[in-house]
């Protein structure tokens, strides 16, 4: 009785490693497949010193700028300290809602989530800027002549431009470079705002849950930006979805 207990759950040890060896060929079979491209260290040696340059002028640009052009009122922003909870929640969801959800690419997890810091943080600060001057042209108060004082909406509304440009990350994960990250982070802002001074500030639309500037434009941006990105020979790649 032993001899055969022992038999049997040597069978069943062996059709387990067979059965996992069976899964593992075939997904080595599978990534096998299709064309396979090695990059060329030269070239992420450029890409790198591009988008390092590139992230510290336009970090000099902000600074600035914003010291140049930005103030703020604390009497101002006391008033609206009821609106603070909303940045609170919008910035979680933000950095660790998004942060996270963009995680699910198994070869890609942690570098989703340091884009998605980037692209946060990048597309804020350029926001605010961009808001600020289509709230002058859209105003018969301000002016380029003074200086303009930030509140919390601002900030917000900021956040809001960071979510539109994750989203459109959402669609080119895995495919693209970080110089073609930092063209997206560049453009994603300046799409936002125009698509608001036309829709909200000009047509005064009312926009419930940000569906025409932030879901429709993101996901816009993201699917355009993908197409482009993907090479032609791997649309036929039986590991794409």
Known sequence: MDDDKSKTQAKGQAGNESTEMSLHQKLSALELQGPSYEPDKHTLSMESKFFAVVIIAAQLVFCVLFGVWFDYDLEKIGHQ????????????MVVFGFGYLM????????????????????TAQF???????????????????????VSLDDLIESLFCAATALIALGGILGKYTMSQLTALVTVVPIAFWLNAY???????????????TIHTLGSAIGITACYFLTHEDTREHPSRS
Do not use: Q, W
């Open 81 to 92: 300290l009821e609106l603070y909870p909303y940045f609170r929640d919008v910035l979680i």
């Open 103 to 122: 995680s699910f690419l198994r070869r890609y997890g942690f570098t989703a989530v340091k884009s998605t810091f980037m692209v946060t943080v990048f």
């Open 127 to 149: 926001s605010l800027l961009l808001g600020a001057f289509f709230k002058t042209i859209n105003s018969d108060e301000l002016s380029f002549g003074n200086k303009y004082f």
């Open 198 to 212: 036309v829709v909200v500030m000009k047509l005064e639309c009312h926009d419930v849950g940000g569906g025409m």
